[in-house]
């Protein structure tokens, strides 16, 4: 890859109490085979010592703080703040591994008109480092069939594609012109952001080989301070601002399939974890979108002692979900 072909990326790092986490983001970032143009961590106004633990890296990293306002206006201070005509996103708790930018870079200079580009990334537990494809490999390739990219974001979302935004990396225009992410949105924030930049730019690039790490079930992230129930019903707003614009591109279906599978996948996790009115509730709110069998299913599940419902639910959950 020539010094022309390699993007000028600047990444942006949220972060928030972040002392002993934001150090080895920052590393992987260093670590990476093609250099980026700059480091933005965004301080969103921790009380640890965050700053001490960015300043000790110097001038490779540029620090700003400000109050806290959460992980959506921290990152769009660092998209206003960059200067690079690329913007990719680091979670202090999420790491690269070190061929990311340099992937994504292939990606996009093999199409100099994509206004983005996403890399597979292993989903790892955060407590016992189990990880897996994001978006499973076969299916992953399958899907490419030898392309860069992927005609629809939503279509391929459906398929697994991820919108973590370690996986991310978006022209810095585009952010600008859609408003960057949505402020107050404290959770599905990343797949909000994704089908805004979608609806002008449905075609993205695409890396199958994971790159990067996502964390999940972190303890004090922020998909755990608010209950499952509450985080579905900010799901289904999301899910409403964007029906009207995926209705008239005809996208309608796959939409209605990306968050049915979503909220899914959370009602399964209630199941195991014997949250049942929790799990009901969830069932009710979206019985517009959840088949009738599926619902009178997951209930019925959930009367059974706790050791027999896991096994059976892990068996049955792809037949009943209709």
Not at 74 to 84: E, L, S
Request: proline share 6%; glycine share 8%; with cysteine.
């Amino acid at each position: 890859m020539t010094q022309h072909d390699k993007p000028r990326v600047s990444v942006v790092i949220p972060a928030y109490n972040a002392e002993d986490l934001v150090g080895n983001a920052i590393e992987s970032i260093l670590a990476q085979t093609v250099p980026v143009h700059e480091i933005i961590v965004v301080d969103d106004g921790s009380t640890d010592g965050t700053w001490k633990a960015v300043r000790r890296f110097g001038p490779h990293v540029l620090y700003l703080y400000q109050d806290n306002a959460g992980p959506s206006v921290a990152r769009n201070t660092g998209i206003r703040a960059a200067t690079g005509e690329w913007i990719a996103f680091l979670d202090t708790d999420d790491l690269w591994l070190p061929g990311k930018v340099e992937s994504e870079a292939e990606v996009i200079a093999a199409d100099p008109g994509l206004a983005w580009a996403a890399v597979n990334h292993y989903l790892r537990v955060f407590d016992t480092g189990e990880q897996f494809p994001r978006f499973d490999l076969e299916r992953a390739k399958e899907t490419l069939d030898g392309r860069t990219t992927l005609p629809s974001f939503v279509k391929a979302a459906c398929l697994g594609l991820g919108w973590d935004p370690v996986g991310l990396l978006v022209r810095r225009d585009v952010l600008l012109d859609i408003g960057g992410f949505r402020p107050g949105l404290d959770y599905a924030e990343d797949l909000d952001l994704c089908l805004a930049i979608a609806r002008d730019h449905p075609t993205i690039g695409f890396h199958s080989e994971p790159v990067a790490v996502h964390h999940v079930d972190r303890p004090g992230g922020l998909s755990q301070r608010q209950p499952v129930p509450m985080q579905m019903e900010v799901l289904r707003s999301v899910y409403e601002r964007h029906l009207p614009a995926a209705a008239a591109d005809g996208n309608r279906a796959h939409l209605e399939t990306l968050f049915r599978t979503i909220v899914q996948d959370q009602l399964g996790t209630l199941l195991v974890a014997g949250q049942r009115l929790q799990m009901l509730k969830v069932c009710s709110h979206y019985s517009d979108m959840l088949p009738v069998s599926y619902s009178a299913a997951m209930a019925g599940l959930s009367l059974l002692p706790p050791g027999f419902r896991k096994a059976l639910y892990a068996k049955l959950q792809w037949r009943i979900r209709g």
